[in-house]
């Protein structure tokens, strides 16, 4: 079944305010793999076909062509669509999105450590941090030009006013990840659980939610009292999705979701779960705590690397076990009983359950402001793909 | 004696064409610390002042505090000025190109590894690679809105073509650092002197002398065909800048200059020198060298905590200085036996010889093009201090 991205969306054929209704898996599956294919495709036609540059495009491709959601440019294209714009109007839009996520994603997982990405070795474990800090950058570079394309396209306001989304998106994003990296470092004040939806506010909702769906509406030409109902919308819907996957990571039961198991406690994050937990622990464990997320999460190659040096300088088996469980059981690195501590914690306190009581507020709260959208939206299939990602969000927390 | 900075130049008082001279070393001096004064005013005037951004906005402030030179946002500056634009007509482009240079130094001094900037420890050493790349990334998310504001103060036509320019620039210096990055990479073509000039124009030359004179000249309002001419005085004083620091940086006698004595030699980079050099060795002096430059640079601060982790595990130091050993001569790291033999290298086919004939002809283009310029531009301290620019690059060389 083709979810036709080239139809164009008829305003006429359903009236406005007609309740939506979520695609069916198959119709959600549909629609994000054919925004990968043309999005992908616009990628590719953005890149420079000059010699003289390396491997940089290559690299840059990487990411992109791992099988990834495509979920904000599919949301960027959804919007773009279901507020009467034309696939030619939202898709480079859509396109500069994903190369901005993908040149985050790449320095994010320099910053986590991070050893894998959909599936395969994350791209400065494949050639190193240098040449992973400059694709990013490179891919950074290279997004700005499409947007200024986009004044000969869409006019100068809209053009502008795409620019602006995306400045502030960078700007809240950077914020959002120093406010990530200063609690990681210890001795700043603990996170209460405003700060905590402060920070996704920043990290998430603009990256994930805000930027893509208002790009693609102001693409198709909304004003601005639509978009400000729409950054209500992504705001919440954002919040909800980011303090579910927080749960799902440590829930055992939901380890097939694709994420690695304890990503975030490996990591050291303050996520809400954490913060419930620390609010409600004993002095003693909660000194204890600090003191275990302020540890830096192991590093394989490294340690990998020592080994080999050990024993080429002749040590025995025994005095390289004892380097390694030093280098360890230092301060420094984070052990496999320091997670087990923090999964503890975090159950004694039913950190879960905390969190998942603060999601359910603004899953309700999104699924309303969801409904007053609908009225500013013809009815269309693309309208119907919003509607499956509240869905998505919603239906997940249980 | 103060530059007057503020001073309108005044296109009657001399005529275009004159002759143009140089500042005094002092006049130099103080043009470049009145730029600093005015560029640092206005970036911190760019900070958001807001809460709840950790220290997002110190950090970023932290290069920009230290000591450095300003030529960047002074060429901007004084292209702005010299092709009858206003001070305030340059300042905002003039502090933004300031900032994109300060990321680039962020996100450049992790991926060479260094260990020092401006006479302190650079951002990573003090802060972490993760801090140091987001706030990389923070600097430029925070310099786009400024140069959208450029469409309010200079028109749309103007603030379009500055943002354009700093996309390319942008974009040509990741593809340089890309080639330089591929060339340390083992494994790839050998580059010579024409890959070597074509990586010094996108990285240098776009960085620190297209960019910047034409972002400022842009703002006065220039037309396209003076901009042409522009980037080809940039390209060819950019490319006579770039070789004789890399001469310089292999000359004992002028380690005075405040870079690290031999930098590029730890740091395994093709420079004009090292091209020649191995072209013209042996077969066996080539492998050798090539095994050399395919080493890692070592990291101070690895191998510190390598030691006190071996203490800790109670091993002797004549075990931790035999690991320490095996360390440094495996494969991984250049040894300073490897930089010695670089040098000698060097010096035996005359590397540095070779590279300063070859700069010598971009002098001397340079300085052509300079006066084909002059034609172009009222004369006024702000000519002058290009003259000076032009004067300052030519005669370091000899």
Redesign the interface.
């Known amino acids: 079944m083709p979810i036709t991205m080239h139809e164009r969306v008829d305003g006429a054929a359903r009236s406005a305010g007609d309740t939506s209704q979520p695609l069916s898996a198959g119709d959600f599956e549909a629609y994000l793999s054919e925004v990968r294919e043309i999005v992908l495709a616009e990628i590719v036609r953005m890149m420079?076909r000059g010699r003289?540059?390396?491997?940089?495009y290559d690299?840059m491709l990487e990411y992109p062509l791992r099988h990834g959601k495509s979920l904000r440019p599919a949301l960027c294209l959804a919007a773009c669509r279901a507020f009467g714009g034309t696939l030619s109007e939202g898709i480079r839009t859509a396109a500069v999105i994903e190369l901005y996520h993908n040149a985050f994603l790449i320095?994010d997982d320099?910053?986590?450590g991070s050893t894998h990405r959909r599936s395969e070795e994350t791209l400065h474990q494949k050639y190193?941090?240098?040449?992973a800090?400059?694709?990013?950058?490179?891919i950074?570079?290279?997004s700005?030009?499409p947007l200024?394309d986009n004044?000969r396209l869409l006019g100068?306001g809209r053009a502008?006013r795409i620019?602006?989304t995306?400045?502030?998106m960078?700007?809240e994003?950077?914020?959002g990840?120093?406010?990530e990296?200063?609690w990681a470092?210890s001795g700043?004040e603990e996170p209460g659980a405003p700060?905590y939806v402060?920070m996704v506010y920043k990290k998430t909702c603009w990256y994930s939610f805000i930027a893509p769906l208002e790009t693609g509406a102001i693409a198709a030409g909304i004003d601005a009292m639509r978009v400000f109902q729409l950054r209500k919308f992504a705001t919440v819907l954002g919040i909800a999705f980011q303090i579910v996957d927080d749960v799902l990571n440590v829930d055992a039961s939901a380890h097939e979701y694709g994420k690695e198991p304890y990503g975030d406690l490996w990591e050291g994050k303050r996520t809400l779960l954490m913060i419930h937990a620390l609010e409600r622990a004993t002095p003693t464990e909660r000194a204890h705590a600090v003191e275990v997320l302020a540890k830096q999460r192991p590093k394989g190659t490294e340690l990998e690397?020592?080994d080999a040096?050990?024993r080429?300088?002749g040590?025995g088996d025994q005095q390289i076990a004892?380097?390694r469980d030093?280098?360890h059981s230092?301060e420094?690195y984070r052990t496999a009983a320091d997670v087990e501590f923090l999964q503890r914690l975090i159950r004694r306190y039913d950190g879960a359950g905390y969190a998942r009581a603060y999601a359910e507020r603004y899953c309700i709260a999104a699924q309303r402001r969801f409904v007053l959208l609908c009225s500013m939206m013809p009815s269309s299939v693309h309208r119907d793909f919003i509607a499956s990602v509240v869905d998505f969000v919603v239906s997940r927390r249980k």
Chains 1, 2 share one sequence.
Do not use: K, Y
């Open positions: 420079p003289h540059t390396g491997r940089l690299l320095h320099v910053e986590d190193g941090v240098p040449i800090i400059n694709v990013g950058d490179g950074l570079a290279l700005l030009q200024l004044t100068l502008l620019l602006e995306v400045a502030a960078s700007r994003s950077a914020e990840q120093m406010l990296l200063d470092a700043s700060d402060r690397r020592l040096v050990l080429e300088c040590l004892t380097i030093a280098l230092t420094r």
